[in-house]
């Protein structure tokens, strides 16, 4: 085992979490085995079962299981169990049976004895522990600085060291992509391999004394703020990112620290008014309302009682284990590191509380008439002070906006129900344009102007999502997922193909990438799901029935991939359609997708918040063209559109690297 370094003594020793002990190895190599009988059969609770061959008759095996019980199986459901040496392997690859219930077998006893990383391959298998373990520590790093792959144990951190030495020594860029489902650790590996690069190409050490943010604290930073406003508890994530994201980590002609930018996709809109019952919003609206940064809280002009704010409290409120309050105090100073000025950081709060009191504005319908009028205008002038607007002005550019017809604006009467929808509209947009300048404002900071040389691309996107109510967004999410699988998996399974070649091992190649081509084009070619969604968001008259109808016009019955969906548990919403994709069959709701594809927004109100007087707020609209500017082409994008156009240039950056 490599030697303790002698700086390290203050933190915990990560070797029990990185190799298997000599007692345990001592251990395994004695367990029963029997390379005749031996063997691994199917089972409903497990998955597999290890078992013993006691007869063969035709194709039928009969197998003794655990329990004494005797069971016949077909042949083809009974594969062979690996001798004990290769008992909890660090490298899959190298065992002498590799089958479904091995590659299970092998990471789940690695997994029980807390070494929740494993090489198959050229692939690193990461199993999330839910707990914190000692495995990210200075201490460890630098077991793994500078050493090859097959000189240290497992771990993300010898994917990276040899990210970075390839960088160096091949002078090409490199990517990273951590992919899984949902909850399965991708956001906290990308952090650890963020924090692995700056430590590795930091230019200077820090004193102890030294207060000055260096670069390498800045690209460590990104993370408390895009976490905070990106970031949000799902029901198997308390942590789960809702948004993609592609960081580039620049080196210099030395390999040393010279740079780094982040481009972000598909924040997850919908979830900033509305959350499932065991869900909760984004974790920057709790933080603000724990109120532990002093004179935060009275400036936003928040309650003590987060239930008073509809739109982020509609699912869990609080998280087990995660204190609001410490997370906004690391979020604020990570602010202050990334060079946000005091009145910037002031108006992201107070941007960030004015979408919150948003959901509290009231609106009721005027007599007899259709018309919508305020129903109290106390919520609105909270909105008004933080926003840098006249309250009275915002209730009229919500209940009668003005439209263009011709070449002249008349005023156009609303209903409670559409003002309503264009509040959350209105809602959602600020949010995810206040996201956008954050990620700019980092950028900045980060884009140092020194010289460039290389660059080591980090990929974390949101993981499959299989929910029991799957929407547009998960629509997104998985198509995504779908694409980033087949780029994985042809690329991966090209460089198995190249090392094979090299070592004069004859196969067959297969290109399992094209295993994922049917579903991608149901979703993606001319009179696909996308194409019909965008084909149905150009009329006035489509309605959800309306594309409904013609998906399973084109598609029920002619691809195996588009089938009818089962009927819903109690308390579930019904699906429309069911997905077959590679993680498993998804069946998605499509009511609301026609609206959340077009995404309209009031442009009166666009308007009179270009011309307030909160700075911040001007700026995140200022490419918006309004009612009076020229139009512009993002404006009447679909959602859809974008979501292709950033996948488009993902792609084209993955093949480069």
Same mark, same amino acid.
């Given at each position: ?53 006691? /007869? ?11 329990? /004494? ?15 004990? #040496? ?204 724990? /109120? ?15 239930? &008073? ?103 156009? /009467? ?53 929910? &029991? ?99 819903? #548990? ?39 918040? #270009? #011309? ?46």
């Amino acid at each position: 085992m490599p030697k303790k370094p002698a700086d390290a003594d203050e933190e915990p020793d990560p070797t029990p979490y990185l190799f298997v002990s000599l007692e345990q190895k001592r251990i395994d190599q004695t367990k029963p085995y029997d390379a005749k009988k031996s063997c691994w059969v199917p089972d409903d609770k497990e998955g597999f079962v290890l078992g013993e061959i006691r /007869g063969t008759k035709g194709d039928l095996v009969t197998v003794a299981i655990p329990g /004494g019980e005797e069971k016949n199986f077909k042949k083809e459901q009974v594969t062979q169990v690996n001798p004990p #040496k290769y008992e909890k392997a660090e490298d899959m690859s190298n065992l002498t049976y590799l089958n479904d219930a091995s590659v299970l077998h092998n990471l789940k006893q690695r997994y029980y004895a807390k070494l929740i990383y494993t090489y198959s391959g050229l692939f690193c298998v990461a199993i999330n522990p839910y707990k914190r373990f000692p495995v990210y520590t200075n201490r460890c790093a630098k077991l793994y600085r500078g050493k090859r792959r097959n000189e240290v144990p497992p771990h993300i951190f010898a994917i990276s060291d040899g990210a970075y030495v390839n960088m160096l020594t091949n002078h090409e860029n490199q990517s990273m992509l951590i992919t899984g489902e949902s909850g399965a650790g991708k956001t906290e590996n990308t952090k650890k391999v963020i924090a692995y690069f700056a430590t590795v190409g930091a230019s200077t050490k820090k004193g102890e004394t030294e207060k000055k943010a260096n670069l390498e604290d800045q690209v460590v930073q990104t993370n408390p703020v895009l976490e905070a406003f990106g970031n949000a508890k799902t029901v198997r994530n308390d942590n789960s990112s809702r948004f993609g994201k592609f960081i580039r980590i620049h080196f210099g002609p030395t390999g040393k620290l010279a740079g780094a930018d982040i481009e972000t996709y598909l924040l997850e809109k919908a979830r900033v008014i509305s959350q499932q019952t065991l869900e909760r919003s984004y974790h920057i609206f709790y933080q603000l309302m724990s /109120g532990a940064v002093p004179g935060v809280k009275e400036k936003c002009l928040l309650s003590n009682n987060v239930s &008073d704010y509809n739109f982020v409290a509609q699912g869990k409120t609080t998280i087990p284990n995660v204190d609001d309050g410490e997370e906004f105090r690391v979020t604020d100073e990570a602010f202050d590191i990334l060079g946000f000025t005091p009145e910037e950081k002031e108006n992201v709060y107070k941007i960030t509380a004015a979408v919150m009191h948003m959901g509290t504005m009231k609106f009721k319908q005027r007599g007899r008439e259709e018309q919508a009028e305020a129903d109290g205008t106390e919520e609105g002038e909270r909105v008004g002070k933080l926003l840098g607007v006249e309250a009275v002005g915002l209730y009229t550019a919500f209940v009668k906006p003005r439209i263009k017809v011709g070449n002249e604006f008349v005023t156009q /009467g609303r209903n409670v129900n559409q003002v309503n929808y264009s509040v959350g509209a209105m809602s959602k947009a600020v949010f995810d344009r206040l996201f956008k300048f954050l990620v700019k404002k980092c950028n900045e900071t980060l884009d140092t102007k020194q010289k460039r040389q290389h660059f080591i691309g980090v990929l974390d996107i949101a993981g499959f999502e299989i929910f &029991d109510y799957n929407g547009f967004n998960q629509l997104c999410i998985n198509y995504t997922n779908e694409k980033l699988q087949q780029f994985y998996n042809h690329h991966m399974f090209i460089l198995e193909q190249e090392e094979y070649e090299r070592e004069g091992i004859t196969w067959a190649f297969i290109d399992f990438g094209l295993d994922l081509q049917p579903c991608i084009d149901l979703i993606e070619k001319p009179m696909g799901i996308l194409s019909i969604l965008e084909e149905e968001s150009m009329f006035p008259k489509a309605t959800d029935k309306t594309f409904e109808e013609k998906l399973n016009t084109n598609h029920l019955g002619k691809s195996p991939n588009f089938q009818k969906p089962k009927p819903p #548990k109690p308390g579930q919403q019904p699906a429309h359609f069911t997905l077959g994709h590679y993680a498993g069959n998804v069946p998605y709701n499509i009511t609301g997708w026609l609206e959340k594809n077009k995404d309209p927004l009031n442009d009166t109100v666009v308007d009179l918040f #270009k #011309k307030g007087t909160n700075a911040l707020v001007q700026e995140i609209f200022a490419d918006h063209p309004g009612q009076t500017g020229a139009a512009a082409a993002e404006k009447g994008m679909l959602s859809i559109q974008k979501n292709i156009i950033f996948l488009c240039r993902l792609l084209a950056l993955l093949y480069l690297t």
